[in-house]
């Protein structure tokens, strides 16, 4: 079965600073990647995907990521952080497989960090 | 504007007392689902439907049902809540299936009492 591990929790940066988010995912295949922010009282934003190609890939808000199959990773990183990226970012990985329509659809989420900014 | 839109917002109830959390898509997605979010356990899914009259289970279905009637709607029932139900609810679509990402509701936090 897939799985993401985001192994930090809780990070602090101080603004201008530069963040690097990990994530690690098990996938038997090549996976479909994602990074999701949620802010305060939000919802679910996606902020870039890797389906194939590239492996750096660049999202919304100044934010890039990039797909390492040989570390099982997908970090996401941004050179300098602004006051309102404090929020939630969790990684996901996509299930494509389809045996028998039992994880056809599925989008699996690492635990999520939070990240808070200093200013 | 496109959009997953869920009703309620926030709901307190009581364990044991029914209830339906409404989710409607204005996308035409074949794929729709539910996901519950606890602190520390991210996002979990509930349930997942590939079209309409098809659905299946996720990784925490207990005490959970959903319908598919319409391609718009995909509601999530709890026949009989518990305190353990008590969360924060994601409906979300997606026009080739989650593992090609979805489109997120904003949220029902549910309080059960």
């Known amino acids: 079965a897939q799985s993401v591990t985001q192994p930090d929790i809780h990070i602090t940066v101080s603004e201008g600073a530069s963040l690097e988010l990990r994530c690690n995912y098990s996938y038997g295949a090549t996976p479909y990647l994602f990074w999701y922010v949620q802010s305060p009282g939000q919802g679910l934003q996606l902020l870039l995907k890797?389906?194939?190609?590239?492996?750096l890939v660049q999202g919304i808000k100044g934010f890039e990521a990039e797909f390492k199959r040989s570390q099982s990773s997908f970090n996401l990183r941004k050179p300098s952080v602004h006051w309102s990226d404090a929020a939630e970012y969790f990684c996901?990985?996509?299930?494509?497989?389809?045996?028998?329509?039992?994880?056809?659809?599925?989008?699996?989420f690492g635990q999520g960090t939070i990240l808070t900014v200093h200013p | 504007e496109a959009q997953v839109t869920q009703n309620p917002r926030y709901l307190i109830t009581v364990t044991g007392k029914k209830l339906t959390v409404t989710c409607s898509q204005n996308m035409n997605h074949e794929y729709m689902s539910w996901y519950r979010q606890d602190p520390g356990l991210g996002l979990r899914q509930i349930y997942y439907?590939?079209?309409?009259?098809?659905?299946d289970k996720g990784d925490v279905p207990e005490g959970y049902k959903v319908s598919r009637k319409e391609k718009r709607n995909f509601p999530l029932i709890l026949e009989s809540p518990s305190p353990n139900q008590t969360s924060l609810y994601f409906c979300?679509?997606?026009?080739?299936?989650?593992?090609?990402?979805?489109?997120f509701g904003s949220g029902t936090r549910l309080t059960v009492v």
């Open positions: 439907s590939m079209n309409v009259e098809v659905t």
């Open positions: 979300a679509s997606s026009i080739q299936g989650g593992g090609y990402g979805y489109t």
């Open positions: 890797y389906f194939s190609g590239d492996t």
């Open positions: 996901a990985v996509g299930d494509l497989a389809n045996a028998g329509g039992t994880s056809y659809g599925k989008l699996t």
